[in-house]
């Protein structure tokens, strides 16, 4: 058995063997990151069926999304405009929103949590106020279409001699409206309430327009329907603004039968604060509006006193 030890390449050898070993690994390694490469640029060329793109997030559109829209748009405007400060309630409402498949207009409702209004603080001739709450406009319309909402076509134009703009923008679900007098009214609505609304009305605006066709209905707020005093009657008060002005309808049914409407001369405003009431006399003159407002106020004009009809 041969035991000597093996034979030692000459060392120009060894090195070629070095460099053939080193070269092929370097081959093995560089096929590899060629391979890895190859498959990241197709992942990223080809989404994969199973893995798809993550959705935007979803427009705001139920009621407590809507209270939270105008809290932050009501911080935007006043850190941009300092001369903003908080108004009461809306006291300009009109005109309306008109829904597909209804032949008249139905107010935004302001509601507490989505709706907000705002006042120039600084002293100024009307138009210098008009012109200030105008300059919020841009950045109102900017705020509302990043939240995926599209402006409609403006009811009432910049230009058209009065101090007085309206506009809607509309969402798939909600609808914004922004008014501009003597101050900024902001106020939006789930678009199915506005829908609700007229729903609920319509029978009544028809009730009302066939009694009076001359006066025409441009718009409404939700009527208040209810029981009263007398069992198997149903009120409702319809408020409409048509070419009369502003006004109120009241319209009474007794059990199945159809709505109708009490023919009133005349309406009183007493404390001269917009809050009309309606004659006594044009309730109590029939038995059948008498027992269906029984208890409901009115205006005594003979005594010049309020009153219930009784």
């Not at 509601?111 to 006042?119: A, D, E, F, I, R």
């Amino acid at each position: 058995m041969d035991t000597s030890p093996p034979t030692e390449l000459p060392s120009p050898t060894r090195k070629r063997l070095f460099e053939f070993r080193g070269a092929k690994l370097l081959g093995l390694v560089s096929i590899a990151l060629i391979t890895v490469l190859a498959i990241a640029a197709y992942t990223v060329s080809t989404p994969l069926k199973n893995h798809p793109q993550k959705p935007s997030a979803p427009v705001a559109n139920t009621t407590e999304s809507l209270a939270v829209l105008i809290t932050s748009l009501r911080t935007i405007l006043q850190a941009h405009f300092s001369y903003l400060g908080e108004s009461g309630m809306a006291t300009q409402n009109v005109p309306g929103y008109s829904l597909p498949g209804y032949d008249f207009q139905v107010i935004v409702p302001s509601l507490p949590n989505s709706s907000m209004s705002l006042h120039d603080q600084r002293s100024g001739s009307e138009q210098a106020t008009y012109d200030e709450l105008m300059a919020t406009l841009p950045a109102i319309s900017n705020y509302l279409q990043q939240h995926g909402y599209q402006q409609q076509t403006p009811t009432t134009q910049p230009g058209d001699n009065l101090l007085s703009v309206t506009y809607f923008y509309r969402s798939t679900s909600n609808l914004c409206q922004i008014s501009i007098y003597t101050q900024l009214d902001i106020a939006c609505v789930p678009i199915s309430q506005l829908a609700s609304i007229a729903t609920q009305d319509q029978t009544l605006v028809h009730a009302y327009a066939a009694e009076t066709p001359d006066l025409g209905i441009n718009a409404i707020n939700a009527a208040i329907v209810s029981t009263n005093q007398t069992s198997g009657f149903l009120t409702a008060i319809l408020p409409i603004y048509n070419n009369a002005g502003e006004t109120k309808a009241y319209l009474y049914k007794q059990g199945a039968s159809n709505w109708q409407l009490v023919n009133l001369n005349w309406y009183n405003d007493p404390h001269e604060n917009g809050n009309i009431m309606p004659n006594c006399e044009d309730f109590e003159s029939l038995s059948a509006t008498r027992q269906a407002f029984l208890g409901v106020n009115c205006y005594d004009s003979a005594r010049r006193i309020e009153s219930i009809i009784h």
